[in-house]
Structure formats: C-alpha cells, structure tokens
C-alpha cells in the first residue's frame, strides 16, 4: 500500500504538468489570436474547427469548447454561446470551419451578433498530436485580423469514432441476424405462409 501511494505521488505532478501544458498552449493561442484587439462591447464566436478532408471527428468540437472557455476566463469580450454556433452552422449547411468564405462569415456574423469569428483546421500529427491552424477574422470586411497555430496533444477521445466502431461491430455479429429470424417469424406466423428470406429482406 504503501508503495502504491509513492507511485501515485510521484506520477501525478507528471500529469497535472501535461494538463498545465496543454491549457498553456489553448490560452497562448487566444492571446495570439486578440493581440491588439480591444472592445470589451466585441462579441467572439468559435466556429467547429474541423480536419481539411472533413472526416467525422470530435476533435473539432473538443479544441473549439477549450478554446471558447479560455476567452469566457479572459473576462474582456462576449463570447457567444457553443449551442447557438452550431445552430447557425446547421441552418446556413456549413460543415467543415476551414471551408467557410467571406459571405459566410458574414452571414454567421449577422445570425449570432458577433463581431469576430475564430475559425480553424485541423492536421493529425505522430504521437496522438494534433496542429491546430486558427484565425480570427472580422465578421463586417471577412478579412483575417490574426492567425496563430500550435500543437496539442490530444488527451481526450473520439466519441464519434468510437460510436462508429460499436456500430460496425454490430453490423457484423450474430444479434442482426437473429433480429431479421424474429422478424421472418413474425411475418409467418401472421401471413399464415412460410416466407422465404430473400423476399422478406431487402
């Protein structure tokens, strides 16, 4: 037991640095990113950030809802709640933030009230790494104000991913099968008559 509580002691400074490490890096790019902004009546809001090959991730949203609170903790502009942004993104049918041109940015502006919008792509590096390309830019001219990029490990999981996965490990068991006999059954037992499979099934 004993030596069990000096493992635990000794490797957790180990993580709590990793942790530390990776809000730096979050809070860096936000500063990066407001450098020589200033309007505390300025409303911010973070697009999706997404990979350039649109794959289906969580990523995206995972780094964008960090950096969202790293300027909620700033305390100098409005920020413009992560519900709302992808309501707008849903109703304009915009998918991957990287794609997004200057009359879109203006029409997400105009639907959210914002004044900024941070926008970015993702790029999957060795090492579970990921490079995050951001950039602010003025919703009224839908010019780039700012542009910084780093490098974050990535010490959550896919969801997405993973869900995708549990389907198609059902997709290939026996419980689908056994599902389409219950069906066939069914059909029988209320036809009256024995239907052959490959008519009952698509």
């Not at 919703?139 to 996965?165: L, P």
């Amino acid at each position: 037991m004993k030596i069990f509580l000096a493992l635990l002691l000794l490797l957790t400074p180990a993580f709590a640095g990793t942790r530390n490490k990776s809000k730096g890096a979050y809070k860096s790019l936000v500063g990066e990113l407001l450098k020589n902004c200033e309007g505390k009546d300025k409303k911010i809001a973070v697009a999706n950030f997404s990979y350039p090959d649109e794959r289906a991730s969580g990523d995206g949203n995972v780094i964008s809802g960090r950096i969202t609170t790293e300027l909620v903790r700033l305390k100098k502009f409005k920020v413009t709640e992560r519900k709302q942004i992808e309501k707008v993104f849903e109703e304009l049918k915009l998918q991957g933030s990287g794609a997004i041109d200057a009359d879109s940015v203006k029409s997400i502006g105009k639907m959210l009230g914002a004044d900024w919008l941070i926008l970015g792509t993702l790029a999957e590096l060795e090492g579970k790494r990921i490079e995050i390309n951001s950039r602010l830019v003025g919703v009224e001219s839908g010019e780039i104000i700012n542009a910084f990029s780093i490098t974050v490990k990535k010490d959550w999981r896919d969801k997405i991913k993973k869900k995708t996965a549990e389907e198609n490990e059902l997709k290939d068991s026996d419980k689908l099968e056994s599902y389409d006999k219950a069906i066939l059954k069914y059909i029988d037992e209320k036809t009256g008559k024995k239907t052959p499979a490959e008519e009952a099934l698509p």
